[in-house]
């Protein structure tokens, strides 16, 4: 099955630095890959996702880039802001009838002010 | 659009009893639900994809007769956790996919605390 990393598992910036959270995955055949942000006692929210077919997409301060041949794909914040701290969460769906998502580990983000 | 709810937010059992956690999606029809068990600090771990209308499948070593997953229709999934236990103290999180867009999107509840004393 899918196997999905995600580095770093925690990261500080000050306000207004940039934030960039790496995604490895397994499965070449995955071709969907949305990020999530979950705060505490919170569901997760998707922020941004982008499939197999582009390289990259961006909504305003959010972009997420992906490398098929290296199977990676990687979620950029730029100008960050106290609201971004949460935990975030990379995600690649398989290719099973279920298209089932796999997670990665998670990544706690605190923007410092 | 695409709002997923869950109720309740919080429960709080004794040990032996057991809870009724609900997931409906609020303006869309969902055909596919997913229910995800989240420890502290912690990823996400699917424990079964619920179809309308058809059994659940359940993901490898979850207990289909601890935990029930009934998705009597298509804005409506519950899990039953039978017989709770303190090990069943988790974050409880379902999912909903819509069925415009792509096959594979997936919308979030809130989440359900549940703690077994």
């Known amino acids: 099955g899918e196997n999905v990393e995600q580095h770093p598992s925690t990261l500080s910036v000050q306000e207004g630095d940039s934030a960039v959270i790496k995604c490895t995955y397994s499965d070449s055949a995955s071709n969907y890959f949305p990020w999530y942000k979950q705060e505490l006692g919170k569901g997760p929210q998707l922020i941004i996702d982008i499939r197999s077919n582009v390289g990259e997409k961006k909504d305003q301060r959010i972009a997420v880039t992906l490398n098929k041949t290296a199977k990676h794909f990687s979620l950029h914040i730029t100008e960050t802001q106290p609201e971004d701290s949460a935990v975030y969460f990379c995600a690649a769906s398989d290719q099973t009838g279920a298209n089932n998502l796999f997670f990665g580990t998670g990544t706690r983000l605190t923007v410092i002010p | 659009g695409a709002v997923v709810s869950q109720h309740p937010s919080r429960v709080i059992c004794k040990s032996g009893t057991s809870v009724k956690i609900e997931c409906r999606s609020l303006d869309f029809q969902a055909t596919t639900m997913f229910w995800y068990r989240q420890f502290p600090k912690q990823s996400l771990m699917l424990m079964a994809t619920?179809?309308?209308?058809?059994?659940?499948?359940?993901e490898q070593g979850v207990e289909k007769d601890k935990f029930l997953i009934n998705h009597a229709s298509l804005t409506l999934s519950t899990l039953t956790v039978t017989s709770a236990h303190p090990e069943d103290s988790s974050f409880y999180i379902c999912?909903?996919?819509?069925?415009?867009?792509?096959?594979?999107?997936?919308?979030f509840g809130p989440g359900t605390r549940l703690t077994v004393l």
């Open positions: 619920s179809n309308e209308g058809s059994k659940a499948t359940y």
């Open positions: 999912s909903a996919r819509p069925p415009r867009g792509g096959h594979d999107e997936q919308f």
